[in-house]
């Protein structure tokens, strides 16, 4: 079963008179995994869709939806997968792909049958983010030794971290997609501070392996009209174009970052020096 909600884009002088509801209503994704079921966000953000795949007991597959109009949900399409719970595959055209936690898969356009599947008796939590595509690619598993690993940060300004680059360009060709896994060592909380806008592309966050009872505060907006929204573990946030995407949490944790646009240059950031934002 595929459920498929939609967000309009935000002007950003629109966006300084949001208050809470509206600023959640527009940014903050709903749930991103449902037992037994794929779900799915259509955003108007470089057109990019965010959602999950929860398997327990059975395989899920991807399916076309009308926002699409497309006969099957790649066919103008490419596709990033990372798993962020237990074991599991993803069956692409009857290749089977084994997805460990923070492994990921690129998809290829074209590629017509997508099943997901929880295995070893444990329970797989894929995250999904798609972008139209224009060319076909490989579709290529990245492994955990197959990551450009960077650290960045330093503990005495509480963001000390290791960003792992998994679907760039540097090792796997897409369209516009590019996906990695920021993990936040023990004892810092800050992400991306110093902060960036790229107006190039569009960003999602979605976080993970946050602390039960824990929050992360997520800052966003123009740097000089900043707001915040309060996260939960397994949340996903959408970073339009404009937008700072930073976050503060009350414990470590680690998120998963994807984005699309006019580029696929990851170091394509206009930074923002902390004593400049408002
Ligand atoms: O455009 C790139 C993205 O915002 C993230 O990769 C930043 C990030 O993971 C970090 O600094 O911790
Ligand atoms: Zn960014």
Redesign the pocket.
């Known amino acids: 079963m595929t459920k498929v909600d939609f967000r309009y884009a935000t002007h950003p002088i629109d966006a300084r008179k949001y208050g809470t509801d509206e600023l959640r209503d527009h940014f903050l994704l709903n749930p991103i995994f449902k037992e037994n079921e794929i779900r799915l966000t259509y955003t108007m953000y470089d057109r990019y869709i965010v959602g999950g795949a929860m398997p327990v007991d059975k395989s899920l597959k991807l399916e076309t939806f009308d926002h699409l109009k497309a006969n099957y949900f790649l066919e103008r399409r490419e596709l990033g997968i990372i798993n962020v719970g237990g074991k599991g595959v993803v069956t692409v055209d009857g290749n089977v792909y084994e997805l460990s936690k923070k492994e990921a898969l690129y998809v290829g356009k074209e590629c017509k049958d997508i099943v997901f599947e929880s295995t070893d008796g444990e329970q797989a939590l894929f995250y999904i983010n798609s972008a139209p595509a224009h060319h076909k690619y490989p579709t290529q598993k990245v492994g955990r030794e197959d990551a450009e690993i960077i650290e960045?940060g330093d503990q005495k300004y509480a963001n000390k971290?290791i960003?792992n680059k998994l679907i760039v360009n540097s090792i796997v060709k897409t369209c516009q997609l590019q996906m990695?896994v920021?993990e936040l060592q023990e004892g810092n909380v800050w992400?991306?501070m110093p902060s960036?806008t790229?107006t190039r592309r569009m960003?999602a966050y979605f976080y993970f392996d946050l602390e039960e009872g824990q929050t992360v505060c997520h800052f966003l907006g123009e740097p000089q009209h900043t707001r915040h929204i309060f996260m939960e573990n397994h949340q996903a946030v959408l970073s339009p174009e404009w937008s700072i995407?930073s976050g503060s949490g009350t414990a470590n944790y680690s998120f998963i970052?994807g984005?699309a646009g006019e580029n696929l240059d990851?170091g394509d950031?206009d930074g923002v020096a902390p004593n400049e934002l408002k």
């Open positions: 960045l971290r960003l990695g920021t992400n991306t960036h790229h960003e995407h970052w984005m990851y950031m």
